[in-house]
């Protein structure tokens, strides 16, 4: 399902597309697109941006690279039960 995109979400893409080209050769770019890689799960998951993959590869990228670097940067994955509402109840079983 895609919803629209938050209105001043081409202020966000024109931000990671920025981030995602300068962050091989500029750690502070590289850091903001971990920042926001930590904080995009609903991005991801609501389907905002065509553009979002080449975002998550480039953060992918960053981190290898700050792993090689000796820092161990951390992520939240898209689940399929993430909501922006909560946890998705669970149904009781059928007996």
Do not use: C, K
């Not at 895609?2 to 962050?23: D, H, K």
């Not at 109840?89 to 059928?94: D, G, L, T």
């Amino acid at each position: 399902m895609t919803y629209g995109a938050p209105l001043e979400w081409e202020n966000v893409a024109v931000a990671l597309e920025r981030l995602a080209a300068q962050s091989a050769a500029d750690d502070e770019a590289a850091a903001i697109l971990l920042d926001y890689a930590r904080s995009w799960r609903n991005v991801l998951y609501n389907n905002h941006d065509p553009r979002r993959l080449r975002w998550l590869h480039a953060a992918v990228a960053t981190a290898q690279r700050a792993a090689r670097h000796g820092t161990r940067p951390t992520f939240s994955r898209p689940r399929a039960t993430s909501s922006p509402f909560g946890p998705t109840p669970r149904r009781p079983r059928q007996i």
